[in-house]
């Protein structure tokens, strides 16, 4: 909830946002981690937790422009870094939450294969070994916004904390999906071309981990796949667009929803509101092949920015917010959106009801026309152990006028999409494009990075965050006001610690800088419920499916509950990594510390082998710090 109060200054007049606190029992408590040093400085493009703990972010040439003079010494701006200089792509560091610290790390090579290696807008998940699969990453910068995409493929193991190559695609894939099968093999969906700026791969590739190669197939002439289904009244045939939110269900086949991340400027299919299973076959040669159905059809045409999410404990899948009509991260800058006809930023909730729940074949799609209270873009949504989703960060358009304060949906089948809202506290900083927010192991969660502009970078590696737009959209360095109006030079040690004192000429909201380099946590409130915090003092470290194991809990109550949580891995308001997944109890013996006998998860398809968190929460749904365990295939 936010207090507007408006007034005149100078004859300017302003809209300054003051947060309503709530109590911490009710809206939670925010914590500012301290600024890292300079040298290990940086936003968080993927953000990644670790089976150890701790958080990586990668950003490499992190959607920054070159600046440089020309001869009469006026700046000049050039779009993009260049992708082969290591100098200018080496961005990735580690924060541990215990410490509060950042170290940064070596990114992989600068080139690769002899191609570019650069892992900015790749697609990034985490393997059956706990090890990070990235994929692709950003070919080559081009003018007006477009990009190619490169055909590496990267792993970082997370105990040495060493880079290695894992071959090489066939295709380039900036902006891809990746998926988890219950085997442990990888799905990659879309991304763009390596030879074809902004140019959609129509193909899937499928990585195997135990031999190390890549299956490619060509969707384009797949029967019902979405490159060969025609939409009527657009002249045209589907897509399958960049970063898709793809899921899986209880029966092996993935969910394409239709809804995206893109970029401006690519040809794809913005009147569709389908949505498409797809079915994996491997013969017994090894062969792979996949066949789609058509499936329900969805209340809005494709989103972008919005986020999705698999419903915790539940195969149902969630679409929110998000924006309508257009794709092109610049909508709505300074509070423009004439160039935009029929384009909207939504609010909206979107529930795919599993062939289960809904007795239909492939499901059916419920909608929520105004589910938030404000439309958003650039959202994010984190699992809770308590089955609870944290919607977070974002702006009411993609790169404006950031909305601070969380939402908390709480499971309530009253409720339209079965959830009711709660905004919680504001947070301090914005967080726009390219934010981060995952679960951590203490249930907390991490926010972190944004781009409010792109970053103009020298040859000598000096960075400036204080970017604006000319009337042309053309990048200058801006020009900033205090709230009077009167010019004020931009430092930043004086943003982080009052992050609404500039402004950009002629503009009421609070100027953001390119990048934002400082993180936040939040603590939802079930970590301020009263009683002692349950802790599990003793867990398996491995769970095998459908199998019985034991827990040790100091604390627990008679009515508490296990769950396991996936380890997050996020980009562009969606994380590949999450499911929930609630462990029934089979016996509970209370004590100093209660033993607590559970059943392991039995389906793979919807929570695949890889390190899970295993919390404890007590009767009043207070959570412990969270145990990491590794779900795998009975011998």
Known sequence: MILTATFTICGWKQAIASPLVGSKEEMGEWETIPMAPPESRMQSVHTVLLPNGKVLSVNCSSFRNTLTKNDKGEYVFIEGVGSGDYDAINNASLFDPKTK???????????????????????????????????????????????????????YNWQTGKWSPAGKLKEGRWYPTLVSLADGKIVIFSGLKINAPNQINPSIEIYDPKTGKFHYIDLTAIDNSPFNTYIEGADGYDSIDLYPRVFPTADGRLLITGDEAGIANVLVQSKSKKSYLMSLHEDAAGKLSVSFEVGPERFETSKAYGTAIQVPNSED??????????????????????????????SSLQRWVSPEQSKEKNGKWENVEKFLEKPRANVEAVILPSKEILVANGGEYPEYKPIYEPV????????????????????????????????????????????????????????????????????????????????????????????????????????VPAEIWQAEIFSPPYLFKPGSRPEIVEAPSILKYSQLDKISVKDATQNGSLVLVKLGAETHSFDFGPRLVELPIEKIALGEQSEIDFKAPTNPHLYPPGYYMIFYLNDVGKPSHAKMVKLEAAA
Request: charged content about 20%.
């Open 101 to 155: 610290q950042f170290e940064r790390i070596a990114s992989p090579p600068a080139m690769q294969y002899m191609e570019s290696n650069d892992l900015f807008c790749a697609g990034h998940l985490q393997l059956a070994d706990g090890n990070l699969l990235f994929i692709s990453g950003t070919g080559r910068y081009y003018p007006g916004g477009r990009f190619t995409g490169s055909r590496q493929a990267n792993i």
């Open 317 to 346: 899948v969630l679409l929110i917010a998000g924006m309508i009509g257009t794709n092109d991260i610049n909508f709505g800058r300074g509070g423009k959106t004439d160039n935009y006809p029929g384009s909207k930023v939504a």
């Open 408 to 511: 908390l949906m709480t499971p309530n089948s009253q409720e339209p999409g079965g959830y009711s809202i709660k905004s919680m506290n504001s947070a301090k900083l914005p967080r726009l494009y390219h934010n981060g927010a995952i679960l951590l192991p203490d249930a907390r969660v991490l926010t972190i990075g944004g781009n409010g502009n792109r970053v103009a970078r020298e040859k000598d590696g000096t960075l400036h965050v204080d970017i604006g737009r000319d009337a042309a959209n053309n990048f200058i360095l801006a020009e900033l006001t205090d709230k009077s109006g009167q010019a004020k030079e931009f430092s930043l040690e004086e943003y982080y610690k009052s992050p609404q004192g500039y402004f950009a000429k002629g503009d009421t909201e609070p100027f």
